[in-house]
């Protein structure tokens, strides 16, 4: 079914998804918020620009973004994948719980910070850019990748502050400097590579990049030394 | 070995012609302070692991001990207080930032003693609750501005989901995992037989307490510990968190020990991590951000549960109530300084954030001023202890209040103010199994049932005695209220005149 958002506002556009059947294609989208906010078994192409929160929640859909998307993309999605064709803005993928978050372009501040996972549950963010300041903030677990194409540093300043638990892989030549002390980096083991190239696989596929040109390259993977980086902090009182 | 400076602040006394060395105490105490002589057989203590919880002394057969507040001390100064300088000490010791828990202790003063409730004399009658009826059921949420009618003259409903309430008193937000499994057992089967409403916390919900839905708010906090689709569904109301009196602009902090099994799983972090929630929601940082959190929320539950926005009572309240209400939320839910936690970083707890009786006032005032009152209900907490605060803060202008630290007292807390540790031997504030099963969640439900029944019996009969007959009717009414030992000032802000005016 095929929806024209064109001057629409999003609670009438997000009344028609959910009221839609399972394959959805967004027309003309500009800044509508909230899209898809925690939606199970649809799929939906958005051609335009969606608002912030686009996902938010989400529960098993798929949403391909013909465009760039806007901050909080992915906000706590619990499943499903959100695929952007361009950039995505600020705390893309903030605090995720699960599924998958492919972005082509750069992603703003503050991606991926406080994601979480729980045994097999592992929320997956891969950027085809580059990342601005504070990626994987409090990051709890999960995986970023960020593959840096066309840029000449993949993040930001404060990349990994406060970081417990999960890994970021940055491709890159030498991993960047000043990270935060809890935070140990080391070349990606062959283990490591082997995730890399699942996702990188993915996202060849869906934005037609060419793999060998991004696996010909030196990967980083950061890591939390500590599951409780504040612990020392304390005294009882 | 490096000298100890700190002498414990409790002593342990045992009538040892009492003491039949049965080790009940011992067996009693997490803190390992009781231990047996076998040679002499008789029972010792360590004083200095006491945290004057009580459970030894409720649970002594015989009676035979007690717990004294040491008067050991130190040459007396107004100003170096023994308190103070053992905080130098420990932090000298250490390094690290002081962790207290509960309420502000210091004696600041409690706007609620220096308020009196009115009462009818010859010129309007009381009204006998035992005999007439009385209404203390409240509903929460935005109360449209005007009717609307269709064509044919029949009232269209605009009326956005509310919260129903037969007492206006509902549990406030402590996480599983900062209280345990029967703890949380405790409020919700209490808020389900009271229809009230108690609240998750930001540590998720187990899916065991998925059936007290219609009687349970799901906090969303800035760490979004088991926040998905189906837990928010859970929820009869959502709740952002934004801030907490007992520190507010600071975050959470769970230590990764009490990240365990259930824990783990409810909030989606492995064993043994801590749970961290940031100071801010990164996604936050303005009204119109709120406004988008809001929404995201409204959208993804079909607009069918009301939105509360938590914050704390600090300096600006009112203008920030001014740009909540604005927000798209349903309530604002407000938390003074003296409200109760887990574990908060002593300075903050002792030192930011103003009373609840002064936010609310003023709140409520400026709301009125604004005509956006009814944009939102209000609910204040931090601290409420007793019916009678119920009353004043419903004539100060709340809907209702929020209860945490009364409502865990009547399940057994002592306030020995030691929840960071972990070891509370009532069963409360802790997630070792051998202590939490200390709380049969029949007897708990059963004693918050008992407390908010027995607060509900006397705010009829203040209600009455003022000739009031529903609650509703006593909300902002602060004609109803004297004021005594208040200044000017003070009396300008709760806008209330003083006690014979």
Redesign the interface.
């Known amino acids: 079914m095929n929806i024209n958002a064109a001057g629409m506002h999003?609670?009438e556009l997000?009344e028609q998804i959910?009221t839609a059947g399972r394959e959805i294609v967004v027309d003309n989208c500009m800044g509508q918020?909230?899209i898809g906010?925690?939606l199970?078994g649809k799929s939906i192409v958005i051609n335009g620009t969606p608002g912030?929160?686009l996902g938010?929640?989400l529960?098993g859909s798929t949403i391909l973004v013909h465009g760039n998307a806007q901050?909080?993309t992915g906000?706590?999605m619990?499943d499903g994948a959100i695929y952007i064709a361009g950039s995505s803005g600020?705390?893309t993928g903030?605090?995720m719980?699960g599924g998958k978050i492919f972005v082509n372009g750069d992603v703003g501040y503050?991606a991926g910070?406080?994601m979480?996972?729980?045994k097999e549950?592992s929320p997956v963010l891969v950027i085809g850019g580059a990342a601005g300041s504070f990626l994987g903030?409090?990051q709890?677990?999960g995986t970023i990748i960020v593959l840096g194409l066309e840029h000449t540093k993949p993040v930001g300043n404060f990349c990994g502050m406060?970081m417990?638990?999960g890994r970021i892989y940055l491709r890159c030549s030498v991993p960047p400097k000043g990270l935060p002390r809890q935070i140990t980096v080391e070349k990606a083991s062959e283990e490591d590579m082997e995730t890399i190239e699942t996702y990188v696989k993915e996202f060849c596929e869906i934005f037609g990049r060419r793999e060998c040109m991004i696996m010909n390259s030196d990967f980083y993977v950061l890591r939390p030394d500590s599951?409780?980086?504040?612990?020392?902090?304390?005294?009882?009182? | 070995m490096a000298i100890n400076f700190l002498y414990p602040d409790y002593e342990v006394v045992r009538d040892q012609t009492k003491c039949i060395a049965c080790r009940v105490c011992e067996r009693q105490c997490a803190n390992g302070v009781h231990m047996l002589d076998e040679t002499l057989n008789l029972m010792k203590s360590d004083d200095a692991k006491c945290v004057n919880c009580h459970r030894c002394v409720s649970l002594c057969p015989t009676r035979a001990l007690k717990i004294v507040k040491t008067d050991h001390t130190f040459k007396e100064n107004a100003n170096w207080t023994g308190e103070t300088i053992k905080e130098v000490y420990r932090q000298a010791a250490t390094g690290g930032v002081l962790l207290s828990s509960m309420g502000n202790p210091k004696p600041y003063p409690v706007y609620w003693d220096k308020l009196l409730i009115n009462a009818s004399q010859v010129t309007n009658p009381s009204i006998d609750p035992l005999r007439e009826p009385m209404e203390t059921r409240v509903y929460l949420g935005k109360k449209p501005g005007a009717i609307q009618r269709d064509q044919n003259g029949e009232i269209i409903c605009n009326l956005t989901p509310q919260l129903e309430l037969d007492v206006p008193v509902m549990f406030s937000a402590m996480s599983y995992g900062s209280i345990s499994y029967n703890a949380h057992e405790s409020l919700a089967r209490a808020a389900r037989a009271l229809n009230t409403l108690y609240n998750t916390g930001e540590g998720g919900l187990h899916e065991d307490f998925y059936e007290y839905s219609a009687n349970t708010i799901v906090q969303v906090a800035s760490g979004r510990f088991g926040v998905h689709k189906d837990y928010l569904n859970a929820g009869a109301a959502i709740e952002i968190k934004m801030g907490q009196g007992a520190k507010p602009g600071i975050g959470g902090h769970l230590p990764g020990q009490k990240i365990v099994g259930d824990v783990s799983r409810t909030r989606m972090i492995p064993e043994g991590s801590d749970a961290i929630s940031p100071a801010p929601h990164h996604d936050i940082y303005s009204i119109e951000d709120l406004r988008q959190l809001v929404y995201s929320l409204k959208e993804a539950t079909d607009y069918q549960k009301p939105v509360i926005v938590k914050i704390a009572a600090v300096h600006n309240v009112a203008a920030i109530a001014s740009g909540v209400a604005r927000s798209g939320a349903d309530i604002i839910a407000i938390d003074g300084f003296r409200g109760g936690t887990g574990a908060a970083p002593t300075r903050i707890r002792d030192n930011v954030g103003i009373p609840i009786e002064l936010a609310l006032a003023s709140v409520d005032q400026r709301l009125r001023d604004e005509g956006i009152r009814n944009n939102v209900s209000i609910v204040v907490g931090g601290s409420i202890r007793n019916s009678a605060d119920v009353v004043k803060a419903v004539a100060l202008g709340a809907d209702a209040v929020y209860i945490a630290t009364g409502a865990l007292l009547a399940l057994g807390c002592h306030l020995c103010r030691s929840c960071q540790a972990g070891k509370c031997n009532w069963g409360i504030a802790t997630q070792e199994p051998e202590l939490v099963k200390r709380l049969n969640p029949d007897i708990g439900s059963e004693r918050l049932v008992n407390l908010i029944h027995a607060w509900q019996h006397e705010i009829k009969e203040m209600m009455g005695g003022m000739g009031i007959n529903s609650i509703e009717a006593l909300k902002g009414n602060r004609l109803m209220l004297r004021g005594i030992g208040l200044n000017e000032k003070e009396l300008g802000i709760l806008g209330v005149k003083y006690a014979g005016e």
Do not use: C, V
């Open positions: 999003f609670k997000n959910k918020r909230y906010s925690g199970a912030n929160a938010a929640y529960d901050d909080a906000d706590t619990n600020d705390a903030y605090a719980r503050r910070i406080h979480k996972e729980y549950k903030e409090y709890a677990g406060g417990h638990g599951k409780n980086p504040y612990r020392q902090l304390y005294t009882q009182n």
